[in-house]
């Protein structure tokens, strides 16, 4: 019997020093084939800060409610509360699954509207993490593109004013929560219902990953638990039409896990997705005669807003 498939890890300090980009670039581009899930290790983000953003949002999300609800904007931005956001509908539109979670939803610049005056010390962390992993995204762009064998630099001008959004996210405690006799029952009881990510790529870290599962080729969910020096990687739609279908924006969903029933779960995913601008067609050499395009020609912005309106069940536009 096969042993269950696993989630990549790749150790991506050789393109970051320049040792070995294409050796990196190959292992992230069979990740991005098989199951479109990875792990990244020694990303040169301190795990410090990382610690330091997770303590102030533990402390924005203990405010009163009042307190929270004051930042929010439309496109799902600031806080949105608990059942707010039906992420299965952006792939299902007749679902009524409502997200076991609420979240506060940064972009920049900073905007009173969107960022929380408190607690005192959230902005300053949130904004030096912000740079950090913007740049750690445009590197794996860059490493994207060599791996799908065209310039280094493919990405870049579809990039360079990139869409992006810090998401610090709560799953409150679940204390009657149990796991059902039926695992096809779980979306019954889901956090966060399965669904793929919109854009180019996400960057995720959690102080416990438990929970989170993503969808491999056979149609099996599989575990992705990261330890506390790596991120989790996985990419978006607009990527899977970018390249073909070559690679795949993959299923993924937040269920409880047998070891922490009971409590609450936390996590920091950033998402990139290209300029609003950006029109985004096959890649040269995802498609030929034999593999015809599977996707018309599409605006980021018209994707984006597309997705994000399903998800909170009214029409929302992305500001310019």
Known sequence: ???????PV????PYLDGSNPKGVADQVGKACESIGFFMIKNHGIPLTLLEKVQTQSTSFFDLPLPNKEKCS?????????????NVAATLKEQSTIQDQKESLNLNLPVRDEVWPSEPQHLTAACEEYYAKVSKLSNQLMRLFALALNVEETFFDDKVD???????LLNYPSQPNACLPDDPAKMDQMTRNAEHTDYGTLTILWSPDSRGLQAKSRDDEWIDVVAPLDHFIINIGDLMMNWTNDKWI??????????????????????????????VVECIPGCWSEDNPKKYDSILAK???????????????????
């Open 1 to 7: 019997m096969s042993a269950a498939p696993s989630i």
């Open 10 to 13: 790749i150790y991506i300090a």
């Open 73 to 85: 904007a439309p496109f799902g931005l600031g806080y949105m509360g608990q059942g707010t956001e």
């Open 161 to 167: 004013r990139a869409f992006t959004c810090l998401r």
């Open 249 to 278: 924006s993959t299923l993924h969903r937040v269920v409880p896990h047998p070891d922490t029933l009971g409590q609450r779960r936390m996590s920091i995913p950033f998402f990139h997705n290209p300029n609003p601008d950006a």
């Open 302 to 320: 018209t994707h984006m807003e597309m997705k994000v309106s399903r998800a909170l069940g009214q029409e929302e536009k992305m500001e310019q």
